[in-house]
């Protein structure tokens, strides 16, 4: 299993470009969510999703898109990147009824 | 709302001693979890303890164990005979489950230095 994986793992863009960040799960996981994480903030859910066609705001899902076509994919989409958008991006995967969630090793971003 | 709250932004600790992280939340829910996850250098986010929150007894794995005190809230990572590669930044971490939806809530960190 490749267990989590996230690909890029470091992108620079400039203000108001769009880009994709990509998240996969080989665990047949049901549960997907992204997390931002900045300096002295911890980790902030930003979009998640209970399964292929469902997914919901998190606390900070403002210039963010989600979709859920298929189990093992959760792509984040940015539409027009902003600076305050310059942060590190994790993917996470748990089973319903989990209690644990399990990382991808995250992306770095950074916006000009 | 739930919120996690770590009030020790930083702690050291010599090699082979032990340091207690603390942690508190705010719930209003009955059912729930709780996690120390573990972060080095490499940024990969790494699950050291969970504990069941209608579990009485405090969940251990080999040096790190908890206290937990449900009523007062209160879950506290212990990590003994500290080693160097316990150097790392520490975050508490809530589970809810609302309607179908499981959300982490994250304290903001405690970045942990192991002093040799």
């Known amino acids: 299993n490749a267990g989590v994986t996230q690909t890029p793992k470091f992108q620079v863009l400039k203000t108001g470009q769009s880009m994709t960040l990509q998240c996969a799960q080989d665990?047949?996981?049901?549960?997907m969510s992204w997390y931002r994480q900045d300096p002295g903030m911890g980790l902030r859910l930003i979009h998640y999703?209970?399964?292929?066609?469902?997914?919901d705001q998190g606390e900070v899902p403002n210039g963010y898109n989600v979709s859920r076509s298929t189990t093992e994919d959760f792509p984040l989409r940015l539409l027009s990147a902003a600076p305050s958008q310059t942060s590190v991006y994790f993917c996470?995967?748990?089973?319903?009824?989990?209690?644990?969630?399990?990382f991808g090793p995250g992306t770095r971003l950074t916006v000009t | 709302a739930q919120t996690v709250t770590q009030s020790q932004p930083e702690m050291s600790v010599q090699e082979a001693e032990t340091v207690t992280l603390s942690c508190t939340y705010d719930?209003?829910?009955?059912?729930?979890?709780l996690f120390w996850y573990k972060q080095p250098p490499s940024r990969q986010m790494i699950l050291v303890i969970r504990?069941?929150?209608?579990?009485?007894q405090n969940a251990t794995e080999n040096r790190f164990s908890v206290n937990f005190q449900k009523a007062a809230k209160s879950f506290s990572l212990k990590i003994s005979d500290s080693q160097l590669g316990d150097a790392a930044m520490y975050f508490c971490?809530?589970?809810?489950?609302?309607?179908?939806?499981?959300?982490?809530?994250f304290g903001k960190g405690t970045k942990l230095t192991v002093n040799p």
């Open positions: 996470a995967s748990s089973y319903r009824t989990s209690n644990e969630q399990y």
């Open positions: 665990m047949n996981h049901e549960y």
């Open positions: 999703s209970v399964g292929a066609g469902i997914t």
């Open positions: 719930t209003s829910e009955s059912d729930y979890y």
């Open positions: 504990q069941e929150a209608y579990k009485q």
């Open positions: 971490a809530y589970r809810i489950s609302q309607g179908g939806s499981e959300k982490l809530v």
